[in-house]
């Protein structure tokens, strides 16, 4: 139940074209669901998050659409970017956990020039 | 200034050794984190510690001992560690420790032990 499960674990995307990545989710109590992106020897940065009150939340090229009756969320990146290659994270918390990010098992994008 | 500043960016320890992980913030969040990474996994969370107090601690072996000295200092002191701990350590820190708030991480500490 505290599980997020992400998918595909690796994906390959031409320059320009969209790269999309998909979490899927049990836990009805989680009410927060930020997307990390993580460069090779960096710590993870937010990039975006979505609360279960919106079903979709756009900043700049990236885009998260949220499904609360499926309990699944996505990230759309627009217009992908060779520095756009990173491994991405979604994860998820509730209110009452303290901050406790649940992460799903990542997606290492390759962003082909 | 939005910075999580770890120390050391590396270490190397032998199984006997006594080290310490050092983290900083300067943003006045009350809230502060260690997570565990090993390659090509997500990061694991190890303790949350809110307004000074430990919070969570998520089954981590006595060998990972956390502190928090105040407000803007978070430190991991590590003995007698195993092979298998070697790993990314980080630190975040969020406003307040609820869900919603940001997490600031750090660049991390690349642990080795041998």
């Known amino acids: 139940q505290q599980q997020v499960k992400q998918s595909p674990q690796s994906l390959i995307v031409q320059k320009g074209g969209i790269s999309i990545i998909n979490c899927a989710y049990e836990n009805t109590a989680f009410d927060y669901f930020p997307w990390y992106q993580q460069f090779p020897g960096k710590g993870p940065a937010l990039l975006i998050a979505i609360r279960p009150d919106v079903s979709e939340k756009k900043e700049g090229r990236f885009t998260i659409s949220f499904n609360k009756s499926a309990k699944q969320f996505s990230l759309h990146i627009m217009d992908s970017q060779p520095g756009d290659s990173a491994t991405y994270f979604c994860a998820a918390s509730r209110t009452s956990n303290t901050g406790k990010l649940i992460f799903g098992q990542g997606t290492t994008l390759q962003v082909k020039p | 200034d939005t910075e999580v500043t770890q120390t050391p960016k590396h270490l190397v320890m032998g199984m006997t050794n006594k080290k310490s992980l050092k983290c900083e913030q300067h943003m006045g969040h009350r809230a502060m984190y260690w997570y565990k990474q090993k390659a090509k996994k997500p990061p694991e969370l190890m303790f949350v510690?809110?307004?000074?107090?430990?919070?969570i601690n998520e089954s981590v072996p006595s060998r990972f001992s956390p502190e928090c000295p105040n407000s803007s200092l978070l430190n991991l002191h590590l003995h007698a560690l195993q092979p298998e701990d070697s790993a990314l350590y980080l630190c975040?820190?969020?406003?307040?420790?609820?869900?919603?708030?940001?997490?600031?991480f750090g660049q991390g500490t690349r642990l080795t032990v041998v």
């Open positions: 975040a820190s969020s406003q307040e420790g609820g869900a919603g708030d940001e997490a600031f």
């Open positions: 510690y809110s307004y000074e107090k430990l919070s």
